[in-house]
Every structure is written in C-alpha cells, then in structure tokens.
T-cell receptor, first 112, second 115 residues
C-alpha cells in the first residue's frame, strides 16, 4: 500500500522555466512533509519541508505548497537550472512516530 | 562537520550468505534510520534506532536486523540473502528530541548485489 505517491516518474523542463513536482498522500494522519533531492551515486539531500499547519513554505528558488483537503503537495522550482536535474522524493511523517514514508521519486531533467 | 558515512560502498554476495553494513552518523546525531532503495519502489523504511534502542520498524522480514552502539554508530545485517535483496541501502541520521519533526541526513549508500 503506497501511502505516498509520485505519479510522474519523469519531468523535462527548459532552463529558466518553472518545474512543478507533485506528490499525493493517502494517510490523513501525516502532518509533516519533506522533499529530498538525489543525484546518482549519492544519498538523498534534504531540500525543504512543510508542517501541516502551513500551506506554503519558501526557500530561495524552492517553494512547497500543501493542500490538506486534497492530500496533495507540490514543489515549485523557479527558475529551473541544469544543476536541478536529479531525482526528487517527497516524504511524509506523523509527529508522534517520525517514520518517514517516501514516494517513488520523480526524475527531473532541466535542459538548456 | 563530517557527513554520514557508510561502509562498504559496494558489495557483491552470493544467495544464502549474510552481510553486515555499517553506518556512522553525523556527530551529535543519536537517531539512525535504514532504508532500502530499489527501482520503482522508492525508499522503503527498514528500521530506526535511537540511543541503542529500536524505535521504529518497517515491514521487512526478520532476516533484516540492526543494532546501534553507544557511540551511535549502527549496523544492519541481512541473513540468508535472496536475489531480491539486491538494492541500495541508505542510512540516515538525525538530531531528535522527543517526537518533534526532523530532517534526516543521508549517507551515500551501500550498493549490495546478490548473485
């Protein structure tokens, strides 16, 4: 049972444009959400997080939006850069268990 | 501050053998989690250790086990290896206080191939 889903396995975006990566979850008990970026042969790197008490969190070029009623979150990267090309994982957890549940990842390719 | 280190980076084992992987967390981090990454499955949570105690466990068979030492270093062991155990095994450490939200910092992983 995949509680966190990333339905787009890949995304291709032109440099300078916006990249939007989507993530859906099924467990309404999740209250903390994170995005990780992973390059080949490296472990995932924490990117940005959001608590369920917020609907938006911004950090530089990265913004995460949370829609609790739709059980949906998205990561916006503006402007996209070639160095952003990587696999992006969303993850979710409950405050009182802390176990992170990851999605299957979306491979983002930013081309010149 | 040094990051999370994992040894070995690559490993080839034969079906039926056992394997032990090691993880050294970031200094000061007391929580260590283990994940298995396979194509199409994302990162599957194995278990988490905090102060030498297993705090959380995923849905993996008993062949997968782990432990944590007093210096927070952790090992995971897989006994009676199966071909399906071939994967990238990732370790992540975090600084935890109670049950507050936290970010995990990952090591580069150990690529295990079972033949």
């Amino acid at each position: 049972d995949q509680q966190v889903k990333q339905n787009s396995p890949s995304l291709s975006v032109q440099e300078g444009r916006i990249s939007i990566l989507n993530c859906d979850y099924t467990n309404s008990m999740f209250d903390y959400f994170l995005w990780y970026k992973k390059y080949p042969a490296e472990g995932p790197t924490f990117l940005i997080s959001i608590s369920s008490i917020k609907d938006k969190n911004e950090d530089g070029r990265f913004t995460v939006f949370l829609n609790k009623s739709a059980k949906h979150l998205s990561l916006h990267i503006v402007p996209s850069q070639p160095g952003d090309s990587a696999v992006y994982f969303c993850a979710a957890s409950r405050y009182n268990t802390d176990k992170l549940i990851f999605g299957t990842g979306t491979r983002l390719q930013v081309f010149p | 501050k040094a990051g999370v280190t994992q040894t070995p980076r690559y490993l080839i084992k034969t079906r039926g053998q056992q394997v032990t992987l090691s993880c050294s967390p970031i200094s000061g981090h007391r929580s260590v989690s283990w994940y298995q990454q396979t194509p199409g499955q994302g990162l599957q949570f194995l278990f988490e250790y905090f102060s030498e105690t297993q705090r959380n466990k995923g849905n993996f068979p008993g062949r997968f086990s782990g432990r944590q030492f007093s210096n927070s270093r952790s090992e995971m062991n897989v006994s009676t290896l199966e071909l399906g155990d071939s994967a990238l095994y990732l370790c992540a450490s975090s600084f935890r206080e109670g049950s507050t939200p936290y970010e995990q910092y990952f090591g580069p992983g150990t690529r295990l191939t079972v033949t």
